[in-house]
C-alpha cells in the first residue's frame, strides 16, 4: 500500500506533467500563428480601373500576393469565389489598379449595377426635381455633400410672402439622373438627383416638393453642420439700408421681435444704453470765472510758393 508520502509526490508530478503540456501546446499555437501571419496569400487586384457598372471579366483581374497580417476585409483569394461559372459580377464603386477587389465594391453573383447595394443599412434613396439653378448648375456630381433649402408660401400668409429654410444638412448625392459615377467632371445640367437619406427624412423630401420648391446648396466636404440655422423672409433682402443695423445674435433673437424692425430696434436700444452710460460716467466741468479770449481767426496768403498767415478778428484785427 502506498504512503501519503508517495501520493502527495505522484499529484505533484501529474500536475506539473500538465502544466508543461498545456505550456507546449501554447508555445507551438503561438509559433503556427506566428509562421501563418508571417506567410502570405493571393488576393485579386485590379488590372484596370473600373468604373461604375463595368463587368469584372478574368482580364481585368490577377492575384498578388499579400501579408496574411494585411488581407482586407472581404478580399477574393481565388477565381472561383470572385468570378463563377456562368456569373458576372459588375462593379459598384470606382476601383483603382492594384487595388483589391472587394466584395463590398462589387455586385453580388449574377447581379447588375444596382443603387440599392451602395446604400449603408438604415439609409434610403430618394431623388428630388433640380434644375439648372436648384442644380447648382450642374456641379453638383455623385458622392458629393450637399445642403436641401425648401422655399415655400409662409402659413397664413399672402400669395407673396414666402420664406426659405434649412431642410436637410450634409446629404450625400448618390446619382444625378441616371449617373451614378463621375463621368469627366464637366458641369451638366440635370433634373433629378438622388440623396441618401434616413426615412424620416425621406418622408420631409416628399412632402417638401408637394409644398414649395428645393434647392441644392454644395458645401464643402467634412464640414461639420451648422447647428443654428435661420429662417429667411422678404423681409430680410435688405443690406445695410438703416446705417447698418444687423440681427443680433441667433442666441438672442427672440428677444428683440422678428424681422429688420427688431434688429434695429435692438440695435438702436444698445446704442442709447451705450450713450447714456457714458453721459452719466462724465464728470461735470466747472465753470471757469476768467472771461473767455476773444476767438482770433487767421488767412493763409500765397504768392507763388510761399504762404504767409496773416491774423484777423480779436486783437489783431
Excluded: C, H
Excluded at 11 to 20: D, H, K, N, R
Amino acid at each position: 500500500m502506498l504512503s501519503r508520502q508517495t501520493i502527495l509526490a505522484l499529484g505533484v508530478a501529474v500536475i506539473l506533467g500538465l502544466l508543461a503540456v498545456l505550456l507546449a501546446n501554447s508555445f507551438l499555437l503561438g509559433s503556427q500563428r506566428k509562421a501563418e501571419l508571417a506567410g502570405t496569400t493571393k488576393v485579386a487586384v485590379a488590372t484596370s480601373p473600373m468604373a461604375y457598372g463595368t463587368d469584372v471579366t478574368a482580364d481585368k483581374v490577377r492575384f498578388v500576393d499579400y501579408p496574411n497580417s494585411a488581407i482586407p476585409p472581404g478580399a477574393f483569394t481565388n477565381a472561383a469565389q470572385l468570378m463563377p461559372a456562368g456569373k458576372k459580377r459588375v462593379a459598384l464603386m470606382p476601383i483603382g489598379v492594384n487595388e483589391p477587389i472587394l466584395s463590398s465594391k462589387i455586385s453580388g453573383t449574377g447581379q447588375g449595377a444596382s443603387i440599392a447595394a451602395l446604400l449603408p443599412e438604415g439609409m434610403r434613396a430618394a431623388s428630388v426635381r433640380i434644375n439648372d439653378v436648384s442644380g447648382v448648375a450642374g456641379f453638383v456630381q455623385p458622392n458629393d455633400s450637399v445642403d436641401v433649402l425648401i422655399t415655400r408660401d409662409v402659413p397664413g400668409g399672402d400669395r407673396n410672402t414666402q420664406m426659405t429654410d434649412v431642410l436637410l444638412q450634409n446629404v450625400r448625392v448618390i446619382a444625378i439622373d441616371q449617373r451614378a459615377k463621375n463621368a469627366d467632371g464637366s458641369a451638366k445640367v440635370a433634373k433629378t438627383a438622388t440623396l441618401e437619406v434616413s426615412p424620416l427624412d425621406a418622408q420631409k423630401l416628399a412632402l417638401a416638393q408637394e409644398i414649395g420648391t428645393l434647392s441644392l446648396v454644395l458645401r464643402k466636404p467634412g464640414e461639420q453642420n451648422n447647428p443654428v440655422v435661420e429662417t429667411i423672409s422678404l423681409n430680410d433682402l435688405r443690406y445695410n439700408i438703416y446705417g447698418g443695423a444687423r440681427y443680433p445674435a441667433p442666441a438672442v433673437v427672440g428677444g428683440y421681435g422678428s424681422g429688420l424692425g427688431g434688429a434695429m430696434a435692438g440695435a438702436m436700444n444698445g446704442a442709447s444704453n451705450r450713450i447714456a452710460s457714458a453721459t452719466v460716467s462724465r464728470p461735470a466741468r466747472k465753470a471757469s470765472s476768467k472771461p473767455a479770449a476773444p476767438a482770433t481767426k487767421s488767412v493763409q496768403i500765397y504768392r507763388g510758393v510761399e504762404g504767409n498767415e496773416v491774423k484777423v478778428g480779436g486783437n489783431g484785427a
